[in-house]
C-alpha cells in the first residue's frame, strides 16, 4: 500500500491523477465573471498584442496554453478543454481571467432562432431581382 507515514493514501489515483489539480489552477474558483458567456461553443479569440504570454509572471501555465493554441486559430471552449485535457469548468474559469486580462475575447455563433427566415430572404432577393 502506498501513502505518506501515517499510512494514509495520498490525493490521487493512477487512473485519474491529482484531486487537487483543478481546484489549484483556478485558485478554488468555480465561476469566472464572464461565465455566462462560456457555453461549449462559445468562440475564443486572442486579442491583438505584441507581449509574448510566457513573459507575464501573473499567467499559469495553463493560461499560456490558451493564449497559444488560440493565437493558431480561434478556438471553442469544448475544444480548448479537449486539447487541454482538463474539466470544462477549469477552462472557463480560466477563459475568464484572461477576457479580465483583455488577452483574449468570446465570440458565440448566432443562434438558429435568431437569424433571419428563410422566406424573408427570398422575398428580398425577388425583391432585388425585380429592380
Known amino acids: 500500500m502506498s501513502g505518506d507515514s501515517q499510512g494514509r493514501r495520498p490525493w490521487f489515483d493512477d ?26 461553443i462559445a468562440v475564443v479569440v486572442t486579442e491583438s498584442y505584441d507581449d509574448d504570454p510566457e513573459v507575464d509572471q501573473t499567467l499559469s501555465p495553463e493560461h499560456v496554453d490558451i493564449v497559444q493554441l488560440c493565437r493558431d486559430a480561434p478556438q471553442s471552449v469544448a475544444e480548448l478543454a479537449a486539447e ?14 484572461l477576457v479580465d486580462e483583455e488577452m483574449v475575447h468570446v465570440t458565440r455563433p448566432v443562434p438558429p432562432a435568431e437569424l433571419p427566415d428563410e422566406s424573408i430572404l427570398r422575398d428580398v432577393i425577388n425583391g432585388l431581382r425585380a429592380l
Open 15 to 40: 487512473e485519474a491523477g491529482p484531486v487537487v489539480r483543478p481546484y489549484a489552477m483556478t485558485r478554488g474558483r468555480t465561476t469566472s465573471t464572464a461565465q455566462h458567456r462560456l457555453d461549449l
Open 84 to 97: 487541454l485535457d482538463l474539466p470544462v469548468g477549469v477552462v472557463r474559469v480560466l477563459i475568464g481571467d
